[in-house]
């Protein structure tokens, strides 16, 4: 590791990007990118979705080629060619998206990232390490496609931290984690920049980005739009630089709550995989009108949670899943739409959409039932239209109806979803992650939008790791840990640090659900 | 400079339609090379291959003849293979078409009625079903796959037929001969062109091509279908039901391959013998594939395929090639239209290499 300390201009830049271009056949990611990032900085990359972040950093870690441009690496010209030369080189990334393998465990997945053949039980070791230093516990044992997303994005970080890299590219990578981990991440990272190593850090979280950064370039339609010294600057200036006007702030007036629409009258449902979640005893209920939050770390419970709710698992019982006054529990999805239901998952593509379908055809995927099906024949240039008014009113950028799911970006494709959704005018409206992976724009529209459902009466339950999120749309916050349910709070009466609290399962009349503290919270 | 493959936004509906002319010209190439590598004259045997087969109106009659159980059974197949589920065993559903259908022919042996007839239509599908109904109860009660279940099903059908014409169905009249008596006019589908082989089991095919393409592109069931087969997250979400779409696409494979079984029993073949198909049913998999699952790709292929089968006997007795050559030209048209098909989701682009080369690579090392 480098023992120079960032000092002033004298240093040679670890990394220096000059003129970078790259054209994707519909859209310019990048055009005539510059920047430069010195031994231990942490550089903020500000920007919507489709700004051209990702590509950027993907040229750096090699995984795309620039069209026109040079990449400076620590002074001298280099084409990182693949990856693996990124890492032999000292770079290190986190992706958005995760790249684990879901049949393989985390120690083999690590494995794979690492030159030469590791022997597991060491490595296994290792990580246990690197994971407790960090504050990122997950067991090496356990099969990928058994963790939560949450604890994916963990797997991928310590990946990175264990090659002890000169350059850490992290793309969103606090998004899933409880705000202990957060601040116990930001400790790593800052512990990382003391050492000299270069943090590249994306991230929608403008007050993040002010605490941790200090330096930003900020992108905007894959052009540089200006640098910016985070710590000098505020989250509502920083967020005017990114999307060219000031930031909308969603209006929450008080709730007009009426009748029970969704209830949960003391769920059980014991989870068939052995690393899943039991839902034990969860009572709640959202009346219209209401938006109720629940907060907690991903892997407590909520996949399990959802699908209940869902019907994509019934459960065995009628009685415990209650929509619109119907005993529910044994509906599969399709019946429980025909109640006024509507879920937004927390997968997009391949759940929410199907990744090779056009916008149209995923429209008529849950909004089949608004008349577009008639005498079993499908009404194409109905649903076309549908699509087209949901692409309008959603803002969704893409290239039109018929464009397949998979070339929208993250944030346009979940536009697309919860406009679906809510363009079906439901009567209770679940919502998983509404915004995650979402820019501060888009954020901000979808939560406006889930909002204005409530004022419409609408019954909402929306399921985020996000707690400012949970605070700014929810009226009532409730919390999720180890397979049970808190009781509701207004949001009100309650704070941050109280919920944090909540999270580690200790809550009024928990009992013993402190037992099951995560050991998440403890790090903090 | 060089050239790379580049990913285009969304696929090109253009390259669609032209990648199986690709595929033909591809396959026409390198036929020619093959021929001359072969010591023949590549012309002549292109004509053997290609012309002769078809060179009057019997040769087009039998062309179409042999594209009728082709394209029956592929539509059909194609309806389950769009959801994922996999029936490699048509050719048992045909058998089972073909003894229903006997069945009924031979139960009303010297009648004159003209409801026979559309009774065998009925009795194949019926037959066809029944046969694809054990793949499909065995996936959805016991999770047991369907693909080895309907194949070795195939083999139990084989039996089942050679015992029929064996023991109870034999004909007393037939010398001993394992095969069933001769069907009346009325169990035979009337000829479509006179002093031709093609009756107006092609018609049916061609009724059933259209229906496919109606069931399959513009019906909703059609479309849940395809979302299990691209998605499955995406159709539970959706409350699309799973085991519905196994049905489904079990049974219309079956029901379709069938029908193509009765139609050669009251064909060509005109009575039961222990091997009422060559393979007609294994073929239309090829043919499904060929014309990408869609009813009127599935059509051209099937016209394709059966000039590849006439083309093949051509040449065993004009060339005296041995008949692998059939084989082999199937093989090579699949090979170009799949490596044909890439630029339906990829386009090609001239790279042009990055300025200053030279020092780059200096830098670099």
């Not at chain 1, 056949?25 to 231990?40: F, H």
């Not at chain 1, 690590?110 to 296994?124: I, S």
């Not at chain 2, 499909?136 to 009660?141: E, P, Q, V």
């Not at chain 2, 001969?177 to 069907?183: E, L």
């Amino acid at each position: 590791m480098s023992s120079q300390a960032p000092k002033a201009s004298a240093v040679t830049p670890r990394i220096e990007l000059r003129g970078i271009t790259k054209i994707y056949p519909a859209v310019v990611a990048n055009k005539d990118v510059s920047l430069t990032a010195l031994p231990g900085e942490i550089h903020a990359v500000l920007g919507e979705n489709g700004a051209g972040k990702s590509t950027l950093m993907k040229i750096i870690y090699g995984v795309v080629k620039p069209d026109a441009g040079e990449v400076l690496w620590e002074g001298k010209r280099v084409t990182v060619t693949n990856p693996a030369h990124a890492r032999d080189l000292g770079i290190g990334m986190v992706f958005q998206h995760f790249s684990l393998f879901d049949t393989l465990t985390v120690v083999e997945n690590v494995a794979l990232a690492l030159p030469g053949k590791p022997e597991l039980g060491e490595l296994g070791r290792r990580i246990t390490e690197v994971s407790e230093r960090y504050g990122l516990p997950v067991d090496p044992r356990r099969l990928v496609h058994s963790l939560s997303v949450g604890e994916r994005q963990r797997v991928e970080i310590i990946r990175c931290l264990l090659v002890n890299p000169k350059l850490l590219i992290m793309d969103e990578p606090t998004s899933v984690l409880t705000p202990q981990a957060v601040r116990k991440l930001f400790e790593t990272l800052r512990q990382l920049s003391a050492e000299g190593c270069t943090i590249l850090y994306i991230s929608h979280k403008l007050d993040e980005i002010q605490e941790l950064c200090n330096n930003a370039t900020v992108l905007r339609g894959g052009e540089v739009t200006g640098h910016c010294d985070p710590r000098q600057e505020t989250p509502k200036s920083m967020a005017r630089m990114m999307i060219g006007k000031d930031l909308p702030h969603p209006q929450h007036g008080a709730p007009k709550t009426g009748e029970p629409r969704l209830v949960l009258a003391g769920l059980n449902r014991e989870s068939p995989d052995p690393f899943g979640m039991d839902l034990k005893d969860m009572h709640l209920t959202v009346h219209s009108g209401e938006i109720v939050g629940i907060a907690g770390v991903s892997g407590n419970g909520q996949q399990e949670l959802l699908v209940s709710i869902s019907g994509e698992e019934p459960i065995s019982e009628k009685h415990p899943v209650i929509i619109c006054g119907a005993e529910a529990g044994r509906m599969n999805p399709a019946a429980r739409r025909e109640l006024g239901l509507c879920f937004v998952p927390e997968e997009r593509l391949g759940r929410g959409a199907v990744p090779r379908m056009s916008l149209s055809d995923n429209a008529l995927l849950t909004a089949h039932r608004g008349g577009f099906v008639k005498s079993g024949l499908i009404k194409f240039s109905e649903i076309a239209a549908f699509a087209t008014s949901c692409i309008k009113d959603f803002n969704v950028k893409c290239g039109g109806a018929q464009s397949e799911a998979k070339s929208l970006s993250g944030g346009n494709l979940q536009k697309f979803i919860v406009g679906r959704e809510i363009m079906q005018k439901p009567k209770v409206l679940v919502v998983a992650q509404p915004t995650w992976g979402v820019d501060v724009g888009a954020a901000a529209f979808i939560r406006q939008k889930i909002i204005d459902l409530r004022n419409e009466g609408v019954a909402i339950l929306v399921l985020s790791e996000e707690l400012d999120e949970l605070f700014e749309v929810s009226d009532r916050l409730a919390v999720i840990a180890k397979g049970r349910l808190s009781p509701t709070k207004p949001i009100k009466e309650t704070n941050v640090e109280e919920i944090g609290v909540w999270m580690s399962g200790m809550w009024p009349d928990g009992g013993d659900a402190t037992h099951f503290a995560p050991s998440t919270a403890q790090g903090g | 400079m060089r050239l790379k493959l580049e990913s285009r936004a969304e696929p090109s509906r253009l390259m669609g339609y032209l990648s199986p002319l690709f595929a033909a010209v591809l396959t026409v190439i390198a036929g020619f090379i093959l021929f001359s590598a072969l010591g023949k004259n590549p012309l002549q045997a292109f004509y053997t291959f290609f012309i002769y087969p078809v060179r009057d109106l019997n040769g087009f009659a039998e062309l179409l003849l042999k594209a009728s159980p082709l394209m029956l059974i592929a539509v059909g197949l194609a309806c389950g293979y769009r959801a994922n589920v996999w029936n490699i065993g048509a050719e048992g559903q045909l058998v089972l078409g073909a003894i229903f259908a006997g069945g009924v022919a031979l139960y009303f042996h010297g009648s004159e009625s003209s409801l026979i007839l559309p009774l065998m239509v009925v009795a194949g599908a019926i037959g066809g079903i029944l046969w694809a109904a054990i793949p499909a109860l065995l996936r959805t009660r016991f999770n047991a796959n369907e693909i080895l279940v309907s194949l070795m099903l195939v083999y139990v059908a084989n039996f089942l037929l050679s015992w029929l014409v064996h023991e109870p169905w034999r004909d007393p009249e037939g010398f001993n001969f394992p095969q069933s008596k001769q069907f009346t006019e009325a169990a035979l589908y009337p000829p479509l062109i006179p002093g031709t082989r093609l009756n107006v089991g092609f018609l049916i095919s061609l009724a059933v091509v259209g229906a496919g393409y109606v069931f399959l592109n513009r019906s909703f069931l059609g479309f849940q279908m395809r979302v299990a087969g691209l998605a499955d997250a995406a159709a539970r979400y959706a409350g699309f039901n799973a085991n519905r779409m196994i049905w489904l696409g079990l049974l219309l494979g079956g029901a379709a391959a069938g029908i193509a079984g009765m139609g050669e029993v009251a064909g060509p073949i005109g009575q039961l013998l222990p091997s009422v198909s060559p393979g007609y049913g294994f073929a239309a998999i090829i043919v499904a594939f060929v014309g990408r699952l869609h009813p009127f790709g599935i059509l051209l292929a099937s016209l394709l395929m059966s000039l590849l089968y006439l083309g093949g006997e051509a040449a065993q007795m004009g060339l005296q090639l041995p008949s692998a050559m059939t084989g082999l030209f199937q093989g090579m048209l699949l090979f170009f239209l799949l490596g044909s098909d890439v630029f339906i989701n990829y386009r090609v682009k001239v790279v042009h290499p990055p300025k200053a080369p030279a020092q780059l690579a200096e830098a670099a090392a």
